[in-house]
């Protein structure tokens, strides 16, 4: 049974069209985290909520935003992708500190 | 912050052989350290973990040794198989109160039958 959905598996933007990858989660976790991750490379967070408190890391772009409006759901946009921005990316959840992060299968973006 | 590094980047094996990958990290205060295996087009599996107060955990032929006063830990497969061939990657979840993990760069492993 799937934990941490990720909808859709792919997704083909053009450049510039704003684009928002979906992330939802049954493990009623407090954290949910985004990651890019591009080829080849580690995954790279981007943000992460703990509840409601969003935080972002310092070097992530403003064109992406996050929501989470509810536990269950959390939302990737992207405001105008540009040909960098394609990438995996990853939803994870955690319960805290000490709570096993669980990672969703990814959303492949490729922006054209 | 917290750094991670992680060796080799790339390991190639016969099957039936052990493979082993090592990663350090720079915070003392980290405490929690799981081993993730990423197959091509997937999200990264947690296969493994160990958390700062154990030295060495064991799960059928996966293993995982921490030492806590050099700052590093290990994966180790035994017996090795073709479908073990992916992408490992460590991870350090550092101290204080942060709740973010930092990976290393990620090891290729491939399995020769």
């Known amino acids: 049974d799937a934990m941490v959905i990720q909808n859709p598996r792919y997704q083909v933007t053009q450049f510039g069209k704003p684009v928002t990858l979906s992330c939802s989660q049954t493990?009623?976790?407090?954290?949910m985290y985004w990651y890019q991750q591009k080829s080849s490379q580690a995954p790279k967070l981007l943000f992460h909520y703990y509840d409601k408190d969003f935080n972002n890391e310092a070097d992530t772009p403003d064109n992406f935003q996050s929501r989470r409006p509810n536990t269950s759901f959390c939302f990737l946009d992207i405001r105008s992708p540009g040909l960098g921005d394609a990438a995996m990316y990853l939803c994870a959840t955690s319960s805290g500190r000490w709570g096993g992060y669980t990672f969703g299968s990814g959303t492949r973006l490729t922006v054209v | 912050g917290e750094n991670v590094e992680q060796h080799p980047s790339t390991l190639s094996v016969q099957e039936g052989d052990s493979a082993v990958i090592k990663c350090t990290y720079s915070?003392?205060?980290?405490?929690?350290f799981p081993w993730y295996k990423q197959e091509l087009g997937k999200g990264p599996q947690l296969i493994i973990d160990?958390?700062?107060?154990?030295g060495e955990k064991k799960d059928q032929r996966i293993a995982v040794t921490l030492n806590k006063t050099a700052k590093h830990f290990s994966l180790h497969i035994t017996e090795t198989q073709p479908e073990d061939s992916a992408v490992y990657f460590c991870a350090a979840l550092g101290g204080g109160s942060n709740y973010k993990l930092t990976f290393g760069k990620g090891t290729l492993l491939t399995v020769n039958p």
């Open positions: 493990l009623n976790h407090n954290v």
């Open positions: 915070d003392r205060a980290s405490n929690y």
């Open positions: 160990i958390r700062s107060n154990v």
